[in-house]
């Protein structure tokens, strides 16, 4: 399993948002500057981001992106939503038609592995995603609830 694309570089964008304290305001071409990112890239990330409520957009002189809550309270679950929509690891959850869907006895069981998939997602705030290192891996498997 990877993320598009476009899931990465939303994390990429809105980690360099939270560096900016998160009340501080930044422009898509800083974010753009700050990355690496071609700025129409963070043009249609701080659009979908916007959308899904994780970034204000305020006009005029001084104006910009900011964070639209702390960013402990936006987790990497918020993220790869707002950009790829619900997480689901199989496309039959989401409505879609499959050939085995009559006879399938494992179907039941996804949501259970989505439920799972999405909390450990949940369970990564954008404030560790913003730390320019990241903690030791040791304490991070303490985090993740990985046993030692």
Not at 3 to 25: I, K, P
Not at 29 to 47: D, F, I, M, N, W
Not at 109 to 119: Q, S, Y
Request: hydrophobic share 45%; aromatic share 2%; with cysteine.
């Amino acid at each position: 399993m990877r993320l598009s694309s476009m899931a990465d570089y939303a994390v990429v964008t809105m980690s360099a948002a939270a560096r900016h304290c998160g009340h501080a305001r930044v422009s898509a071409a800083q974010l753009a500057a700050e990355t690496g990112l071609p700025a129409p890239t963070v043009q249609k990330l701080v659009s979908k981001l916007s959308a899904a409520g994780l970034i204000k957009s305020v006009r005029g002189a001084g104006g910009g992106f900011k964070l639209a809550r702390p960013a402990a309270a936006i987790t990497l679950a918020d993220i790869v939503e707002a950009v790829e929509g619900p997480i689901a690891i199989t496309a039959c959850i989401d409505g879609h038609d499959c050939n085995l869907e009559s006879g399938c006895a494992v179907r039941p069981h996804w949501p259970i592995v989505n439920e799972a998939l999405r909390g450990a997602l949940a369970g990564v705030p954008l404030t560790r995603l913003a730390q320019l290192q990241p903690p030791p891996l040791q304490m991070q498997d303490q985090v993740l609830g990985v046993p030692a």
